[in-house]
């Protein structure tokens, strides 16, 4: 009989997660801002602070499948890093349309980048898990950016088709 679960408690179940940028802002169209995200990930991933089984990159937000004993952490730590580099990065370039629409939430003296609230959901099956990595890699198609996941460079979709993704995933949880 197949073993359907995929975790044996919470901590250790694989979470689908969202991050959107604030406003729907569409700033990740610059492949060096993307890179910003796939060097934190990967980070993430060196440091064995999180175990990333699928990604995908849009101009205006990140889908994640990860787990990690201190997620909410390590979610929180990779925001504030990506949060600062690329505030950075668009001031280097006096990207002043994006920064003054971010400005509009600065509090504490800190401009934004990401929404707060993150959504994040356990998944407990492998037909979740399945279903919920296909939709991730299928997100460029759904917008019309590619015919095929694994065309969009800023995917894992690479990775499940035997190629060679920007970072390394873990394809092997079936």
């Not at 890179?35 to 060196?46: C, P, T």
């Not at 990690?68 to 990506?82: A, C, G, Q, V």
């Amino acid at each position: 009989m197949e073993n359907t679960t995929c975790c044996r408690t919470d901590v250790l179940c694989p979470s689908y997660i969202t991050l959107k940028v604030l406003n729907s802002l569409p700033v990740f169209s610059h492949p060096s801002l993307m890179y910003i995200v796939l060097d934190a990930l990967s980070f993430l991933q060196r440091y064995e602070r999180m175990q990333i089984y699928a990604y995908v990159i849009m101009e205006n937000h990140l889908h994640l499948m990860a787990t990690s004993e201190t997620l909410n952490r390590e979610i929180e730590d990779f925001k504030s890093f990506t949060t600062h580099s690329v505030v950075s990065y668009l001031e280097g370039r006096d990207a002043q349309h994006i920064l003054q629409q971010l400005e509009r939430y600065r509090t504490n003296g800190t401009i934004p980048f990401w929404q707060q609230n993150v959504r994040s959901e356990h998944v407990r099956s492998l037909e979740v898990m399945r279903q919920s990595v296909d939709h991730i890699h299928y997100n460029p198609v759904r917008r019309g950016y590619v015919d095929y996941p694994c065309h969009w460079r800023y995917s894992s979709a690479r990775n499940y088709a035997g190629q060679t993704g920007l970072i390394d995933v873990i394809t092997d949880w079936w």
